[in-house]
T-cell receptor, first 113, second 112 residues
Framework: DAGVTQSPTHLIKTRGQQVTLRCSPK?????VSWYQQALGQGPQFIFQ???????QRGNFPDRFSGHQFPNYSSELNVNALLLGDSALYLC????????????FGDGTRLSIL | DAKTTQPPSMDCAEGRAANLPCNHS???????VYWYRQIHSQGPQYIIH???NNETNEMASLIITEDRKSSTLILPHATLRDTAVYYC?????????????FGTGTRLTIIP
């Protein structure tokens, strides 16, 4: 039973570029959440997707957007990259409404030059 | 979601019990306490959660005080692989609220 998988594992971009990160949830899960983790800090909630719609959002600008597909997989898009966007981006999946724990992938390390 | 306070770092000898405290004095009646840990270069790993009763699973035990203002995560026989950052999170798991609010956690180092 595969857990949460994310791709790519590492990515290098330059300022102003756009990036797309991908996530496949754990089997049986229908909700995907994205988090940003800067070096030395805890993960910060970006947003959550359920039934292909954004349902909950943290304090992140509109440059951060996402998508969920019918198979529950998800993408995180970041436009107009800034140096401060360098971080580990984590995807977590869960089964909505069942108070079951979220399962995390090992993240995508994004570096902005 | 209520805020939590944890010590920034702790050491524990290998084979001993590691007791990690968490203060959540503003917790409300319907909020659960969750514990996650993050080993270097990996994503957070779920450990345990509870509402008001003590909980135990194959990884750890969770002790919540009667007034629910604090809790302790217990790793009964710590090994070197338990070295990680441990996060205590309080969350109301109502339908639609999947957000986990992480603090800076406790960096636990297991000493050989």
């Amino acid at each position: 039973d595969a857990g949460v998988t994310q791709s790519p594992t590492h990515l290098i971009k330059t300022r102003g570029q756009q990036v797309t990160l991908r996530c496949s949830p754990k089997s049986g899960h229908d909700t995907v959440s994205w988090y940003q983790q800067a070096l030395g800090q805890g993960p910060q909630f970006i947003f959550q997707y359920y039934e292909e719609e954004e349902r909950q959002r943290g304090n992140f600008p509109d440059r951060f957007s996402g998508h969920q597909f019918p198979n529950y997989s998800s993408e995180l898009n970041v436009n107009a990259l800034l140096l401060g966007d360098s971080a580990l981006y984590l995807c977590a999946s869960s089964l909505r409404g069942h108070n079951q724990p979220q399962h995390f992938g090992d993240g995508t390390r994004l570096s902005i030059l | 979601d209520a805020k939590t306070t944890q010590p920034p770092s702790m050491d524990c000898a290998e084979g001993r019990a590691a007791n990690l405290p968490c203060n959540h004095s503003t917790i409300s009646g319907n909020e659960y306490v969750y514990w996650y840990r993050q080993i270097h270069s990996q994503g957070p790993q779920y450990i345990i959660h509870g509402l008001k009763n003590n909980e135990t699973n194959e990884m750890a035990s969770l002790i919540i005080t009667e007034d629910r203002k604090s809790s302790t995560l217990i790793l009964p026989h710590a090994t070197l692989r338990d070295t990680a950052v441990y996060y205590c999170i309080v969350r109301w798991p109502n339908f639609g609220n999947e957000k986990l609010t992480f603090g800076t956690g406790t960096r636990l180092t297991i000493i050989p």
